[in-house]
Nanobody, 115 residues
Framework: QVQLVESGGGLVQPGGSLRLSCAAS????????MGWYRQAPGKQREFVAT???????YYAASVKGRFTISRGMAKNTVYLQMNSLKPEDTAVYYC?????????WGKGTLVTVST
């Protein structure tokens, strides 16, 4: 059973930065892709960013140029560097991994952007 554990959420002021981490229970290279989704209060979960096993990255239009997804030196970690944060980025951020047609999710980490 694949396990994903997110960390790094918290309270940050508008314009600030945070880095989220996702630790997987196995090497991330065993997954077709890993990514981040978010769910704001009262809204549906939405795609944020993904990185494929070959290293190709994709971003939602709302975060492109501000967020960066990357793989860590440790082969079981994916990061989401979030810069120039806006109040509308407030959400629970979930790590996602896809393997053999299955999707796995972490429990999420809360990011609050507020003064």
């Amino acid at each position: 059973q694949v396990q994903l554990v997110e960390s790094g959420g918290g309270l940050v002021q508008p314009g600030g930065s945070l880095r989220l981490s996702c630790a997987a229970s196995e090497t991330i290279f065993s997954f077709n892709a890993m990514g981040w989704y978010r769910q704001a209060p009262g809204k549906q979960r939405e795609f944020v960013a993904t990185i494929t096993s070959s290293g190709t990255t994709y971003y939602a239009a709302s975060v492109k140029g501000r967020f960066t997804i990357s793989r860590g030196m440790a082969k079981n970690t994916v990061y989401l560097q979030m810069n120039s944060l806006k109040p509308e980025d407030t959400a629970v951020y979930y790590c996602n991994a896809e393997q053999y047609g299955m999707a796995y999710w972490g429990k999420g980490t809360l990011v609050t952007v507020s003064t």
